[in-house]
């Protein structure tokens, strides 16, 4: 076999040869973000993991909505440590959407976590947010495979080399020095073609014999502080989350659609409605500051997901007495049927593909934004998409959260993060609803970093 033959060979085992990420976070990702409530103010913090340890911890934090003027510290411990010196990341905001940039520095890999503080003119708040870095070991026979591919490329440019300093002299290399760089190089290769096939069945073995067995399911509880909360005055939720299997508190839950855990609140005559991301105080403890207008009994919807597992939805009801209030900090909305609504200088035209609309036939709810008569197309991605959907049923029994139609962005590079796509005019969404009856939906998405609700009644026939 010829040298070229050979050389050719071994720049197509370079290419082919498997290479192993270096670090995940805590779902196979190197890049996860987290939304939730910290205090008063609803943050979105992007953890971007270092490549090997110690390395650089990159963070962007990405208020929703005006928060003014205040200061966010930052710092990150491996799980269990105290605080005490450890480096403070602080940003400070001021008026006006804004992105920053902050880094700390990740010195071993395993389960870590970032402890947010945030003050201003809303008042203050804390906050933790856990995630992993996973270094990924080397498989046994990479090291031999780079020292033999290595001695492959060398022995190439060594030939190539000898080749030029000998046409140099008006000769040649000789017959027995061909000879033997093609013996060892042949050597080198059928060294690295044998150690290769034993890494990518490595590989292949370590996915395939590894089940994935799912977790048990989380059991919720929930607290309010007063007991009774009243309307319109605040009161504190506090939501503790434990195994269904140990009953110990739940340390591994998993960033989903961009938060550790959506919440939702919807009072029993669907005037009021709220769909936000508690902070996490304490392992499986989560505590959301709230003020709600309407008395009455609501249900909490609890969506949460635990590594390797799918998603869960724990339902749990509390009371809050009084009489009615307003409150700007409350979303209290009166749903009204398809057709034309206005948020603020919005205006959204809601369709629906099917007329009338039949229980178990899909249909596509479909709104178009305009502004001054203009379409808008500058939406905002919001937990990973263009919009959300919640879908209730009159009677309560069935309960969905629908995502817009279209594929989930997630930040894979630094590069995403910088430059966030838009959407509009038009966000879709696909659902079948399963029976027939009266259901209320909230549509959501996010124009200007403020989370716009459009809330619409449907009667869904039978088919």
């Not at 970032?114 to 203050?124: I, P, R, T």
């Not at 590894?210 to 502080?225: C, F, K, V």
């Not at 249909?363 to 209730?392: F, Y």
């Not at 005019?425 to 200007?448: E, K, N, R, V």
Request: net charge negative.
């Amino acid at each position: 076999m010829r040298l070229r033959h050979l050389t050719l060979i071994l720049f197509m085992l370079i290419a082919i040869i498997p290479s192993n990420a270096e670090a995940h976070g805590g779902h196979l990702s190197p890049i996860q973000s987290f939304t939730q409530l910290v205090g008063p103010y609803e943050l979105t913090v992007t953890v971007e993991m270092p490549a090997s340890v110690p390395g650089p911890l990159y963070l962007v934090v990405a208020p929703h909505g005006e928060i003014g003027e205040a200061t966010i510290h930052i710092q990150a411990v491996p799980r269990g440590f105290p605080l005490n010196d450890a480096p403070v990341a602080e940003v400070k905001t001021f008026s006006g959407t804004q992105i920053y940039y902050t880094e700390l520095v990740a010195s071993r890999a395993g389960d870590w976590e970032l402890d947010v503080q945030a003050s201003g003119a809303l008042g203050s708040g804390r906050a933790r947010i856990p995630f992993s870095i996973v270094v990924t070991p080397l498989a046994p026979e990479t090291i031999p495979l780079a020292i033999a591919l290595g001695s492959a490329v060398l022995l190439v440019i060594s030939r190539l080399a000898l080749g030029a300093i000998a046409s140099g002299r008006g000769g040649s290399v000789s017959a027995r020095g061909e000879q033997v760089f093609g013996y060892l190089l042949f050597g080198c290769l059928i060294v690295a073609g044998v150690l290769g096939i034993q890494q990518v069945v490595s590989q292949a073995q370590a996915t395939t014999t590894t089940p994935i067995l799912g977790r048990p399911h989380a059991n919720a509880s929930l607290q309010t502080e007063p007991i009774m909360p009243q309307a319109g005055q605040p009161f504190t939720l506090t939501l503790d989350l434990s195994d269904g299997s140990t009953g110990l508190p739940i340390d591994d839950l998993a960033p989903h659609h961009d938060a550790l855990m959506h919440l939702v609140l919807i009072n029993d005559n669907n005037t009021s409605f709220t769909h936000i991301h508690p902070g996490s105080t304490a392992i499986g403890r989560f505590m959301v500051p709230l003020i709600l207008a309407q008395p009455g009994r609501y249900t909490a919807y609890i969506e949460i997901e635990r590594i390797n597992s799918g998603t869960q939805i724990i339902e749990r009801h509390f009371e809050v007495q009084g009489q009615a209030a307003t409150t700007e900090a409350q979303t209290t909305t009166e749903t009204t049927s398809l057709g034309t609504h206005v948020a603020g200088d919005l205006t959204i035209n809601v369709t629906s593909s099917l007329q009338p609309i039949l229980a178990g036939q899909q249909t596509t709810l479909a709104l178009n934004i305009s502004q001054d008569g203009k379409p808008v197309t500058d939406i905002e991605l919001w937990l990973g998409m263009s919009g959300h959907l919640i879908a209730r049923s009159a009677d309560q029994a069935i309960y969905g959260h629908i995502h817009a139609a279209g594929v989930m962005v997630a930040p894979a590079t630094s590069a995403a993060l910088v430059t966030p796509p838009n959407y509009g005019p038009d966000i879709q969404f696909i659902y079948t609803f399963p029976q027939p009856g009266t259901y209320y939906l909230w549509a959501q998405f996010q124009h200007a970093s403020n989370v716009v609700t459009v809330p619409v009644i449907v009667e869904v026939g039978r088919s």
